[in-house]
C-alpha cells in the first residue's frame, strides 16, 4: 500500500497550524484576565464577570469567589488573589485636576509611579468608568529641561478628566477614594502575554480552569481572594471560615505567609519585567502552571484542558453621544495611526480618507511625502502648515 505524497504534505502543513492556534486560543484567554480591572476593595468588577463566564462559583461576605470539588480527606485549598494595587482620587482641585495616592501594601516596582505618567487612566465610579490622562509637562513649553529629571512620585502625578472646575469632576460621578487604575488591555506579543501582574492574573486563570476538571480524590477548594494588595486579608478570612484543611496552595509572585497557618505551599509563577506595566509570561510557562495547578489540586487532566475566557470589558470604551462626538472620533484615530518621522505613509493615508470628495481629488503627494492641497487664486495666498509624523523609535541593531 503506497502513501500519496499530496495527503503527506498536507498533514505536514495541518499539523503546525494546530498548535498554533491552539496558541493563539490560549493567548486570547490570558489576556482576557490580565485586562481586568479588580483594584483592591472593588474586585466585584471582576468576579462578576468570572461567574458570568464559569457558572458554580460563588461569592463569601468579603467578596472571595469559592468553588468546591469532590468530598472527603484530604481537604485542599488552592488560591489566587485577584487585586492589584492601584491609586485612589484623594484630592479634587477647583480647577477640576484629581491628585492620588497609592492603594494597597504590597512592594510595588521602584518605578511604578513612574510607569503612570502621560499614560490613559480610567476612574472606576460606581455607574461607569470615567477617561483621563495621567498629564505631563509639554515639550513645547519648557526651556532649559534637564536632561535626567528626577523620577516621577505621588506628587507629580495629577489627572486630567476633561473638567475645568470640581463641580464637572462631581457631575462625571467621581468620588473621593474611588480608584483609578491604568487603561490597558491584555497584550500578546510573540509566545507572550503580557500586562501589570499577568503572573498571578495567569495563575487565577490556572485556578478558574482546574476548578472545571474533576477531583479525583478527596475535597479541593477553589478560591479567588480580594484585598491580596492588604496582606491576603481576603485569603485569610476565607481559610479561617473552611475550618481544618490539610493542604493550602497559593499561587503567588511572593510566598504566602499567614499567622496561624503553618502549611502553607506557594508556586511562582515564571515571568519576565517582574513588576512592571509588561510584566510578561510564556503561553508554554503557563502550561507548565496549570499542570502545576492541576497536581496540587487532585484534578484529573480531563475536562479543563481548555483555559477559561473570559468576555472583554466596555468599561474602558467611553460613550461619546455629544455635538463633538463625531470631530472627537476623527482625531482619536488620527492619533492612534502609528506615524514615526520617515514612515509617515499609514497616517497620510488616514488623512486623505477623511477628506471630503472634492478635497480629496486635489490633493497630491510630493517626492518626500507631503500631502498637498491647493485651493483658491493665485494671489494673496495663506499657508497651513502641520506635521504628519511623530517621535519615535526605528530599530537599529538585533541582538544575538
Known sequence: MTRSPKLLALLLILLPLHVVVGQKVDAAALRSWIALDAPPGWEHLATDQIMKASPGWHRDALGNLILRQGSGSPRRVVACGLDRAGFAVTEITETGYLRLREVGSTRQHPLWTQFHEGQRIKVLTRARAVPGVVIVKSTHLQRGRQPNAPVTTLDDLWVDVGATS???????????????????????????????????????????????????????????????????????????????????????????????????????????????LVESVDVKDAESLLAAVKQKAGVSGQGSSRWVILAESTTSKPNL???????ASLLKSLADVPSVSGHERPVREAIVAALPPWARSRTTTDKEGNLILEVGPDRDAHMFIAHQDEVGFEVATIGD
Open 321 to 327: 453621544t455629544d455635538g463633538f462626538a463625531a470631530t
Open 166 to 276: 470640581r463641580s464637572d469632576v462631581r457631575a462625571l460621578g467621581i468620588e473621593m477614594l474611588n480608584p483609578v487604575v491604568r487603561d490597558a488591555v491584555g497584550w500578546a506579543y510573540g509566545d507572550f502575554v503580557a500586562g501589570p501582574s499577568a503572573g498571578v492574573r495567569v495563575g487565577c486563570a490556572a485556578v478558574a480552569t482546574a476548578a472545571s476538571g474533576r477531583v479525583e480524590r478527596g475535597e479541593t477548594i477553589f478560591l479567588l481572594t480580594t484585598l491580596r494588595s492588604f496582606g491576603n486579608d481576603g485569603l485569610e478570612a476565607a481559610l479561617r471560615s473552611l475550618g481544618k484543611v490539610d493542604q493550602v496552595t497559593v499561587i503567588d509572585q511572593n510566598p504566602v505567609t499567614l499567622p496561624g497557618f503553618a502549611a502553607m505551599n506557594t508556586i511562582t509563577p515564571r515571568v519576565r519585567y517582574a513588576g512592571s
